[in-house]
T-cell receptor
Framework: AQRVTQPEKLLSVFKGAPVELKCNYS??????LFWYVQYSRQRLQLLLR??SRESIKGFTADLNKGETSFHLKKPFAQEEDSAMYYC????????????FGKGTRLHILP | ETGVTQSPTHLIKTRGQQVTLRCSSQ?????VSWYQQALGQGPQFIFQ???????GRGNFPPRFSGLQFPNYSSELNVNALELDDSALYLC??????????FGEGSRLTVL
């Protein structure tokens, strides 16, 4: 069965420090990986997806198939990065459903 | 361009009752997915509809059912409500195999 694991419920980082939100997955097929973000009082929205290889708001994530990981990184945290972050996996070539991890709350300290 | 809208935003029901939640998809999207988000948890996949047919289901009992209409709007129905059904229910629309666009959710409280 497929699973997405985010080991940290809460991550506190000082402004200007590097950020790394961890995500590991298990899926025997070919996955597509995403990071979704929910800022305070806003709806859940896409931050980035691995196939686009973009950097959004300074965040990047590289799919490591050997380690089955898709960690989210940013070199210098900003206060506006405080939010709830969810890693998600799509089951490609099956029903294309997207499953989510439990989320990590990122708190940027001034 | 109109985003995904859900109704009602909040509702309270008692055990054993039935509830219907509604979702209007974003224009041009033919796929709708429903998620249950309990407090402190990530969204749990309930099911997905593509062109009015269910084409994926999570680990939810049959008392959770849905519909997608020709205009791609959707309903989630839950029968015989239980206390554990209390949660935020999220609807998300997408073009097939595309990015999910979420609504703000319907918060259901079961007493």
């Amino acid at each position: 069965a497929q699973r997405v694991t985010q080991p940290e419920k809460l991550l506190s980082v000082f402004k200007g420090a590097p950020v790394e939100l961890k995500c590991n997955y298990s899926y025997s097929g070919s996955p597509e990986l995403f990071w979704y973000v929910q800022y305070s009082r806003q709806r859940l929205q896409l931050l980035l997806r691995h196939i686009s290889r973009e950097s959004i708001k300074g965040f990047t994530a590289d799919l490591n198939k050997g380690e089955t990981s898709f960690h989210l990184k940013k070199p210098f945290a900003q206060e506006e990065d405080s939010a709830m972050y969810y890693c998600a996996l799509r089951r490609m070539n099956r029903d294309d459903k997207i499953i989510f991890g439990k989320g990590t709350r990122l708190h940027i300290l001034p | 361009e109109t985003g995904v809208t859900q109704s009602p935003t909040h509702l309270i029901k008692t055990r054993g009752q039935q509830v219907t939640l509604r979702c209007s998809s974003q224009s041009g999207h033919n796929t709708v997915s429903w998620y249950q988000q309990a407090l402190g948890q990530g969204p749990q996949f309930i099911f997905q509809y593509y062109r009015e047919e269910e084409n994926g289901r999570g680990n939810f009992p049959p008392r959770f059912s849905g519909l997608q209409f020709p205009n791609y709007s959707s309903e989630l129905n839950v029968n015989a409500l239980e206390l554990d059904d209390s949660a935020l229910y999220l609807c998300a629309s997408s073009p097939m195999a595309g990015e999910l666009f979420f609504g703000e959710g319907s918060r259901l409280t079961v007493l």
